[in-house]
């Protein structure tokens, strides 16, 4: 079935320090990957996606990467800030769905 | 624009009752889908609606249904409430559906169960 698996389950960082999230997904058919923020008692907010007919993509700080062939994908953090603190949740998509299959989620801590 | 937009923020029903949530999408966007939250089994896909029509269905028992009205506007009721169906359970709207469409989530709403 669809399964998406997405390591570490935490991670703390010093400030300035870069963060690595890695997500690995089953369904080879998944062609859209968005990643989601969530703090404490708030809503997930999407912060970058890709698609697969795309490698990498770079929004400021935070960059994503996808390998299609290997069947995973992972987000780069540079230069963290304590306000980076939060879980962080990937998911994968099917094609012709808008049925999000999420990971786990990370608990990333930047601390000062 | 308005955000997503889902009431009530906070319920508390006991079990074998029934609840009925709230979902407004983004204006413009007709594409609803449904998630669970809970600490241990993460963000789980309830449904998903477009153009008043389930167009996807995760794996949840028959006792979650949802529907959605002409203005796009989602409803999900859960009847015979059990105690782990206390969680916070979140809408996302999209311009439409299908894969590669950005899904935006509303603020949830948290359903306890006693």
Known sequence: GENVEQHPSTLSVQEGDSAVIKCTYSDSASNYFPWYKQELGKRPQLIIDIRSNVGEKKDQRIAVTLNKTAKHFSLHITETQPEDSAVYFCAASSRNTGKLIFGQGTTLQVKP | ?114
Request: aromatic share 14%.
């Open chain 2, 1 to 114: 624009k308005a955000g997503v937009t889902q009431t009530p923020r906070y319920l508390i029903k006991t079990r074998g009752q029934q609840v009925t949530l709230s979902c407004s999408p983004i204006s413009g966007h007709r594409s609803v889908s449904w998630y669970q939250q809970t600490p241990g089994q993460g963000l789980q896909f309830l449904f998903e609606y477009f153009s008043e029509t389930q167009r996807n269905k995760g794996n949840f028992p028959g006792r979650f249904s949802g529907r959605q009205f002409s203005n796009s506007r989602s409803e999900m009721n859960v009847s015979t409430l059990e105690l782990g169906d206390s969680a916070l359970y979140l809408c996302a709207s999209s311009f439409t559906a299908g894969d590669g469409y950005e899904q935006y989530f509303g603020p949830g709403t948290r359903l306890t169960v006693t």
